[in-house]
C-alpha cells in the first residue's frame, strides 16, 4: 500500500523554530509525524518537542521500522532527520507530494555541499537512491528561500 501524503521534510534538528514558525503555516498539517529511531526512544526529547506544536497539529513519533504508509495521511508532515530516515519512509510506501531538505549541520565527518547543508558518504548514497527512485527532493531551508533542486547541488 502507498498513501500520498502532504510534505516530507529532513532537519537534522527535528521540530524547532523554522519548523513550528515557518513550515506548519505552510504545509497547514492535521499531523506531524516525526521518524527516527533516536527521538523513538527518547521520551524527555519527545515531550519538549510537543511543547512548540499547535494543540490542533497530532504530534506522532515513529521509529523506522514502526513507520507505515496508514500511520499518514494526505494532509501529514512527515519530519525525519536524516536521508536515511527518508529513504525508509519511502520505502514504506510513503509519497510525498512535496518533498523538502533543509538543515543537515556541520559536523566533523561532514562536507559542507551548501549553507547549511553538510552530508557525508552515508547521506550521499542515500540521496543517490531517493533520486533513482524518482522523487525529486528540493533543498529549501525556509518556506521564504527559493527552492533548489537536491539533484542540481550534491
Known amino acids: 500500500m502507498t498513501t500520498a501524503t502532504a510534505f516530507l521534510r529532513i532537519d537534522d534538528r527535528l521540530i524547532h523554530g523554522q519548523v513550528i514558525v515557518g513550515w506548519l503555516p505552510e504545509v497547514r498539517p492535521d499531523k506531524l509525524v516525526v521518524v527516527n529511531d533516536k527521538i523513538s526512544e527518547d521520551f ?3 515531550e519538549l518537542m510537543a511543547l512548540s506544536v499547535p494543540p490542533e497539529v497530532d504530534l506522532q513519533f515513529y521509529a523506522t521500522a514502526d513507520i507505515t504508509a496508514d500511520a499518514v495521511s494526505e494532509k501529514s508532515f512527515i519530519l525525519v532527520a536524516s536521508p536515511r530516515d527518508a529513504w525508509e519512509c519511502l520505502q514504506k510506501g510513503i509519497v510525498p507530494r512535496r518533498f523538502n531538505v533543509g538543515g543537515m549541520h556541520s559536523r566533523d ?6 549553507e547549511a547543508l553538510h552530508v ?3 547521506d550521499r548514497k542515500y540521496f543517490e537512491l531517493i533520486l533513482k527512485s524518482g522523487v525529486n527532493p528540493v533543498f529549501q531551508p525556509t518556506p521564504q528561500n527559493e527552492p533548489m533542486p537536491l ?4
Request: aromatic fraction near 6%; charged fraction near 40%.
Open 120 to 122: 557525508d558518504a552515508n
Open 109 to 114: 565527518d561532514k562536507q559542507e555541499i551548501f
Open 44 to 46: 524527555m526529547r519527545q
Open 151 to 154: 539533484g542540481d547541488i550534491l
